[in-house]
């Protein structure tokens, strides 16, 4: 078996909770350029060193607020960056940049098309590197699979592996990305991307979760064998695994209103985690970091009680027993593996 650090050099640097800036692109409501600073700087404050983010979160705006960040602490603090290409940034016809587009209430004047041939991953990393004001560590190829692309998903995949494979890979030859990866929303398109391409590391979003374990079947196990590093991202799969620390109606999975199926179960997942005095929150947090192949969860704030939230859940203590109990009940898979108590 491979270790991942030593696989992935990049992966020895970021261990724990990183930040997801998605919000930060004003995701689905207005967020001040103050309210995104303090929250970025709450952050910092609690000694988060790994930030991802993309062009598409907010089309430009995520990137623009944290290369603000960056310009203000410069060189002095270790920062690990990660963000995406697959998508470039086109002038929008909306003639009212307060209304959401692409879920986004961005001021920035520009909406996001899908681009993975090789002159759309350039375009769009250089012009990331521009909005960040410094070079960048990890490159992730954003939202390729069936789940976004549908019937299109076969001609989106070819172009990528003809053209943006290669355009991936000549940045990583000149040592201008430190990593090269996957940024999706789902397993089965690494696996089909894996098998032919190189990568070092895979940003997959709430799809290895305390309420989902499917990954564990063949793709997380591929990813011991060949040393490939993975992030988690939307641990709380949209908000659902979070609601008992904000309303008890919140019921969002996947972006969008949970199922009933999904709501029972994560009520199930709840009312164990209370018999432990356990919030919910903290063992979605710490779940995901058992398994070998994870270096990071990442979820998304928006907020500086946020990340004071998040600080708090990934490091309080939860018993055995009570990842014990929620195999027992059959809400984790028993494969699963489970964090060790302190």
Known sequence: MLDIADATPIAAQIRGLGFGAGA?????R?????????TLRAALAH???YFDTAPHYGFGLSEKRLGHLLGEIGRARDIEVSTKVGRVLVPTNSSDLRTAR????SPEPYESVFDYGYDGIMRSFE???RRLGRDIDILYVHDLGVRTHGERHSSQMRLFMSEGYRALR?????NVVRAIGLGVNEWQVCEEVLATADLDIVLLAGRYTLLEQEALETFLPLCVGRGIAVVVGGPYNSGILARDEQTPAAAHYDYGRAPADIRARVDSIQAVCARHRVPM???????PLAHPAVISVIPGMSSAADVAAAARWISIPIPTV???ELRQQGLLRADAPIPVAP
């Not at 930060?24 to 689905?28: A, K, S």
């Not at 207005?30 to 303090?38: G, K, R, T, Y």
């Not at 929150?281 to 779940?287: G, I, P, R």
């Open 24 to 28: 930060l692109g004003n995701l689905y």
């Open 30 to 38: 207005v967020i001040a350029d103050a309210e995104a600073m303090a």
């Open 47 to 49: 000694r988060v060193t």
């Open 102 to 105: 692409q879920g986004f209430v």
């Open 127 to 129: 012009e990331s590197r």
């Open 170 to 174: 000549s940045l990583r030859e000149q």
């Open 281 to 287: 929150a903290a063992a979605a947090l710490q779940f």
């Open 322 to 324: 009570c990842w014990h």
